[in-house]
């Protein structure tokens, strides 16, 4: 619960932070659509044109400024050129010290020659003012405010048909991006060259500008389509729009009709700006700005963007935090890509087709972040349950299987479930007198009892069993749990075997200590039980419960009343003889049960006893014994154990003693004719 409720408070947190919207968020959403804006293809209007001025026109005109009687005569070339108008965004705020005012006052009142006025921080205010309807609310303190405007000369101011304001508006990270359209100096509003342009163009002596509650919303010029602008008046540059460029001292193309914007790019004379597609000169701003304007589809950021960035920021969040705490970790992984690379092209595609500026980068960075969250805290919890699978399990489990079980936790199945257990119960015969060297050293006994308990453990765990507790001398193991063993009968009758002969090693050991040898008891049985963390909330086991698991303990209690190392189950004991000798004991009814169940015991391999024995025609012989003791043919039962008692080399002697006593003990009894063959036992 604690990964849910973490990965929603940080989704919350991410959606708050772009709810807020602080400065920096807007300068990397700025950056994100620049993007939009660098995979366009360049495209360019029939009717504008760019004449620049550059180094080379200033090596054969003359430097800069040329009197403006030589100016003149460059407007009237481009006029007779075939300009429909002529853009000049030079400010002529101060007399031409050669005199040439009146010429080019003549020129400006005789051509829809358009020139240029600044705004400024000084209060001066010679701007030339242009008509404009507003409507709807106020636009103040939403229209750019500067203190003054700096405008031309008054005789030009007179005889010029448009006047326009060159501004430049650069966003918080110092590249343009928008252009104002309108700007505003006290109570006066002055239109942008681009508007100027359009006014003039369309023939309109005015323009009008549509304001609402959050600030400015529309701009329209009488016959052109309504412009839609920012709060602030400023309209979205399409930096796509390039305007084919000569140079004023070359032969003139055909200009019949165009607007042509004459710009100045020599050296040291314009000062190039930064925008989203590199740094371009003002004059591709008013052509972009121009051209945007004129095709009636121009880029704007509606109203609803922000809330859409929103709720695609938290919806597709939300969604990638379920996939990842709830389904395979490829699935997350592959919809993290796929989410980010939809919301680029979701962006891009309303962009292109629609003009619209909806910002991608956010959603991602949220998506991104919400992931890497839900990731790290899944990563967090899966670790901390492969540590808990491991401090549970590396006592217990071959570090082979406890590494299987941490790789896919999946395949431990906690909590109790049903499955075919292999069981082992080994126990140490007579461990009291062994006990009894140990009266004056308890240590010694725990190093001699750890002596045995260790190679005993090793060998279970390497053959893919699991040590479920040790009950002082004794071992409980089982196998099929917590992993599927394909080969439980075989690996659990294989261990039995090793422990057997490692032990013969450390009783060698021990007889050369003068102590005591151990031996062993060892019970199998398989069959169904519940296996799982049993126990109580403060303190819980992985074991194992179920008849089975008694029957197991049962049978290795049985092995020192019948004197084999080894008893089986019949269900262990199904299905092994072809890799071991496996012969069948008796049917027994241990203590506590009425049934009958059959054991057996292993001697061991075939390859291991094939070279040191004929068993085969024992096991025959064994076989005759237990079909003779069961028809209670008790003279024909006796003759087969006189045969029988050195077989086997001397492995089942003291099981053959055991079973001469027991028909000695029968013979007494007044057995019914039908006489199953179950032996009651009396002790467990």
């Known amino acids: 619960m604690k990964k849910w409720i973490i990965s929603f408070a940080v989704i919350l947190i991410l959606c708050g932070i772009r709810f807020a919207d602080p400065w920096f968020l807007d300068v990397v959403r700025l950056k994100a659509l620049d993007q939009h804006q660098r995979n366009q293809t360049e495209q360019s209007l029939d009717n504008l044109v760019t004449i620049e001025?550059?180094?080379?026109?200033l090596n054969k005109k003359g430097q800069w400024p040329w009197n403006r009687e030589t100016l003149s005569k460059e407007i009237i070339r481009l006029y007779e050129a075939g300009a429909g108008m002529v853009v000049l965004p030079i400010l002529f705020a101060q007399p031409d010290r050669f005199g040439g005012d009146d010429s080019l006052a003549d020129v400006l009142s005789q051509t829809p020659t358009i020139i240029g006025q600044i705004p400024t921080t000084q209060k001066d205010n010679s701007g030339v003012i242009r008509g404009v309807a507003t409507v709807g609310e106020p636009w103040n303190g939403w229209v750019y405010q500067y203190p003054g405007a700096i405008g031309p000369i008054p005789l030009l101011a007179e005889k010029s048909h448009a006047v326009g304001m060159m501004i430049i508006a650069p966003e918080k990270d110092g590249v343009v991006r928008r252009m104002p359209l309108v700007v505003a100096v006290g109570d006066q509003l002055y239109p942008a060259m681009s508007t100027e342009i359009l006014r003039m163009v369309a023939g309109d002596i005015s323009y009008q500008m549509k304001t609402g509650v959050a600030g400015v919303e529309k701009l329209r010029i009488p016959k052109f389509k309504m412009i839609d602008t920012d709060a602030h008046g400023n309209i979205w540059l399409d930096f796509k729009w390039k305007t084919p460029v000569h140079a004023l001292h070359e032969?003139?193309?055909?200009?019949?009709?165009?607007i042509v914007i004459v710009s100045i790019t020599a050296s040291g004379l314009d000062s190039a700006v930064s925008t989203p597609v590199g740094v371009i000169y003002s004059h591709d701003l008013i052509g972009a700005s121009v051209a945007t304007m004129m095709t009636g589809r121009n880029i704007t950021r509606p109203y609803w963007t922000n809330l859409a960035e929103l709720g695609a920021s938290f919806g597709l969040a939300l969604l990638l935090m379920i996939v990842v705490l709830l389904l395979p970790w490829y699935f997350g992984a592959t919809l993290m890509p796929a989410a980010a690379v939809g919301l680029f092209y979701g962006s891009s595609h309303l962009f292109t087709k629609h003009d619209y500026l909806v910002d991608w980068s956010y959603p991602v960075i949220t998506v991104f972040f919400a992931w890497s969250i839900a990731a790290f805290l899944r990563f967090m919890e899966e670790h901390k349950k492969r540590m808990e699978i491991k401090k549970q399990f590396e006592h217990y489990l071959a570090p082979a299987m406890v590494k299987k079980l941490q790789r896919n936790p999946d395949l431990l199945k906690l909590g109790g479930e049903t499955r075919e257990l292999t069981l082992l119960f080994c126990d140490i015969r007579g461990f009291t007198p062994i006990s009894e060297q140990f009266k004056t050293d308890p240590q010694g006994l725990t190093k001699l009892?750890?002596?045995f308990l260790t190679p005993m453990t090793d060998i279970i765990m390497t053959n893919d069993g699991t040590i479920d507790k040790y009950m002082g001398d004794c071992i409980m193991a089982f196998w099929n749990a917590p992993l599927d063993v394909k080969e439980q009968r075989r690996l659990a009758i294989k261990s039995s075997h090793e422990m057997l002969k490692h032990l013969e090693g450390l009783n060698v050991e021990l007889k050369k200590e003068e102590s005591l040898p151990i031996n062993i008891g060892i019970g199998l049985n398989t069959g169904d039980v519940v296996v799982g963390n049993m126990g109580s909330n403060q303190r819980f086991d992985y074991s194992c419960l179920g008849d089975a698991v008694n029957l197991a303990a049962r049978l290795e209690g049985q092995s020192k009343e019948y004197g084999m190392k080894i008893i089986l189950g019949e269900e262990t004991a199904k299905e092994m003889e072809s890799e071991f000798v496996v012969l069948e004991l008796d049917k027994i009814a241990v203590k506590g049960k009425t049934e009958g169940v059959t054991i057996y015991t292993?001697?061991?391999t075939?390859?291991?006893?094939?070279?040191?024995?004929?068993?085969?025609?024992?096991?025959?012989?064994?076989?005759k014994f237990l079909f003779f003791?069961?028809?209670q043919a008790?003279?024909?039962?006796?003759?087969w154990l006189d045969d029988l008692e050195f077989e086997f080399n001397g492995m089942m002697k003291d099981y053959y003693a055991m079973m001469r006593d027991r028909i000695e003990q029968l013979q007494k009894e007044d057995l019914p004719e039908d006489w199953d063959g179950v032996y009651r036992a009396t002790t467990k």
Not at 634 to 639: E, G, I, N, T, Y
């Open 602 to 604: 292993s001697l061991g």
């Open 629 to 631: 003791y069961r028809k």
């Open 251 to 258: 032969e003139l193309p055909d200009l019949s009709g165009k």
């Open 606 to 623: 075939h390859k291991n006893l094939f070279n040191t024995m004929n068993y085969d025609m024992a096991q025959r012989q064994h076989g």
């Open 634 to 639: 008790w003279q024909l039962a006796s003759k």
């Open 53 to 57: 001025i550059n180094n080379e026109t």
């Open 449 to 451: 009892i750890n002596r």
